[in-house]
């Protein structure tokens, strides 16, 4: 769907899985054109495939935040920080602003989640090194959604893992503040 779209450039790319899928980012951002490439069930592989359509919009900014589908499925740390470099290197960081965003924590105490967030923890170092080693911005959004159980705060989720609007408006709020 989104390669038979007209090929138009855009001030901002939010790229990722079912997460950014249900953000209207659009709304945040009136004055500048905001696409929104998220879908639901994605992994890193799935974002590599898809890379070149997102590429060819020429964002001047990109904000990334792919893995806890990887997670999901068993995908290995090195496999998962192998395919992230692929990603950020598809840009030309002299045009695009990449932006790393941490994987926010799942919450398994009050929703039937199994995903566990010591390894959404691995992940994350792992997204703050391959920023950290290929010149991107990490902006770490996970202590800012996490109760005093190091869980995602039920308050903002409707079903431990998607985000109510709070959430959203939480997030845009903490890009604000972490971004120059």
Same mark, same amino acid.
């Given at each position: 769907?989104?390669?038979?779209?007209?090929?138009?450039?855009? =001030?901002?790319?939010?790229?990722?899985?079912?997460?950014?899928?249900?953000?209207?980012?659009?709304?945040?951002?009136? =004055?500048?054109?905001?696409?929104?490439?998220?879908?639901?069930?994605?992994? &890193?592989?799935?974002?590599?495939?898809?890379?070149?359509?997102? #590429?060819?919009?020429?964002?001047?900014?990109?904000?990334?935040?792919?893995?806890?589908?990887?997670?999901?499925?068993?995908? /290995?740390?090195? &496999?998962?920080?192998?395919?992230?470099?692929?990603? #950020?290197?598809?840009?030309?960081?002299?045009? &695009? *602003?990449? #932006? %790393?965003?941490?994987?926010?924590?799942?919450?398994?105490?009050?929703?039937? !989640?199994?995903?566990?967030?010591?390894?959404?923890?691995?992940?994350?170092?792992?997204?703050? /090194?391959?920023?950290?080693? !290929? !010149?991107?911005?990490?902006?770490?959004?996970?202590?800012?959604?996490?109760?005093?159980?190091?869980?995602?705060?039920?308050?903002?989720?409707?079903?431990?893992?998607? %985000?109510?609007?709070?959430?959203?408006? *939480?997030?845009?709020?903490?890009?604000?503040?972490?971004?120059?």
């Amino acid at each position: 769907m989104f390669e038979a779209l007209e090929g138009e450039s855009a =001030d901002k790319i939010f790229l990722g899985d079912s997460i950014t899928d249900h953000g209207d980012f659009q709304e945040y951002f009136p =004055d500048e054109k905001v696409l929104n490439r998220g879908i639901a069930e994605d992994t &890193t592989k799935g974002v590599l495939n898809r890379i070149d359509e997102v #590429v060819s919009r020429n964002p001047e900014e990109v904000y990334i935040m792919i893995g806890v589908n990887d997670i999901a499925a068993g995908v /290995k740390k090195e &496999t998962y920080a192998k395919n992230m470099e692929k990603i #950020v290197q598809s840009f030309d960081q002299e045009k &695009t *602003r990449v #932006v %790393l965003q941490s994987l926010l924590p799942v919450n398994n105490d009050s929703f039937n !989640n199994d995903l566990p967030n010591s390894r959404v923890d691995d992940f994350n170092a792992i997204l703050e /090194k391959v920023a950290a080693d !290929n !010149n991107s911005e990490y902006v770490n959004l996970h202590p800012h959604f996490e109760d005093g159980n190091g869980q995602l705060q039920k308050e903002i989720t409707i079903d431990g893992l998607h %985000l109510m609007g709070e959430g959203y408006d *939480r997030w845009i709020e903490q890009l604000e503040k972490q971004l120059p």
